[in-house]
């Protein structure tokens, strides 16, 4: 540019030149300007940069927060599940057991209603035994008071009930 400028006339030369000197003064200015202004963009974008680092590693930190409880939330509910399965374990269980009681309980109240029919069975049996007894007793005696009204005498009917009145202790110890 020097050589140029030198070419292009000798009259006054480059120093005469105003064009020189604002091209000089925009140079001088750039250089001045150009450290500050190096600086306040280099602070600028080191700021930035430190507000994204800073950005970053707390995200970093949210994502390693949210990992832990994303895992320890599945801890939980593989705690819930297996508890789930022991509590249905448990019940299935009590329901096996309350069965089998109330089958044996079945079993026994069955046992005990037989065996109380039977009993009644039984002394129904007896009661109707008595009964036809004391029926054929009583039919045995009105028909033996019959014949012996019929066929024996007075006198004869005396002297058996005399007889049967002493055979009667005898009778009644046996």
């Known amino acids: 540019m020097i050589s140029v400028a030198h070419a292009a006339g000798a009259e006054g030369g480059m120093v005469q030149d105003p064009t020189f000197w604002v091209a000089l003064a925009f140079i001088v200015l750039i250089v001045l300007a150009a450290k500050p202004v190096g600086r306040f963009l280099a602070t600028a974008l080191d700021d930035r940069a430190d507000t994204i680092k800073a950005q970053l590693d707390e995200a970093e930190n949210l994502r390693e927060e949210a990992q832990q409880l994303l895992a320890s939330y599945k801890r939980k509910q593989q705690e819930a599940e297996e508890e789930a399965a022991k509590i249905l374990q448990r019940a299935k269980d009590e329901a096996a057991r309350l069965e089998a009681k109330s089958k044996e309980d079945l079993a026994n109240a069955l046992k005990r209603r037989e065996a109380a029919a039977v009993a009644r069975i039984a002394q129904a049996e007896a009661s109707a035994i008595a009964e036809v007894q004391a029926f054929a007793t009583s039919v045995a005696l009105s028909a033996a008071q019959q014949l012996m009204a019929d066929n024996i005498s007075a006198q004869k009917a ?13 009778q009644l110890g046996n």
């Open 158 to 170: 005396n002297a058996m009930i005399d007889k049967a009145i002493s055979e009667l202790p005898a």
